[in-house]
């Protein structure tokens, strides 16, 4: 069992930056492939960005609207994933979701995912 804590959101201005946490239970968090979705009002939720277990290489994987934009990156020893997210843009607002799955490599469907966060709403102003 994985429980997953996101933090990090909040309103900001459009072409600024926010950086999401997301911090992990359990021992075995450097076995899972982890994930960042959003949910916009109205709207399917919509994989971000992810990246593969470390021994599956630590690939990193990006929806191309985020794409020079958004980086993902995970810390193994504090059991920890993040979205640094620059130059954000109004169409970014979304409840920001972190997600764990077994398998080794980066699912694109939130179909693949064994472990959900709360989420934590991420606002951007025009």
């Known amino acids: 069992q994985v429980q997953l804590v996101e933090s990090g959101g909040g309103l900001v201005q459009a072409g600024g930056s926010l950086r999401l946490s997301c911090a992990a239970s359990?021992?075995?968090?450097?076995?899972?492939?982890m994930a960042w979705f959003r949910q916009a009002p109205g709207k399917e939720r919509e994989f971000v960005a992810g990246i593969n277990r470390n021994w599956s290489g630590g690939v990193t994987t990006y929806a191309d609207s985020v794409k020079g934009r958004f980086t993902i990156s995970r810390d193994n020893a504090k059991n920890t994933v993040y979205l640094q997210m620059n130059s954000l843009k109004p169409e970014d607002t979304a409840v920001y979701y972190c997600a764990a799955t077994r398998l080794a490599s980066v699912q694109v469907g939130a179909a693949g995912y064994d472990y959900w966060g709360q989420g934590t709403q991420v606002t951007v102003s025009s």
């Open positions: 359990g021992r075995t968090f450097s076995s899972y492939a």
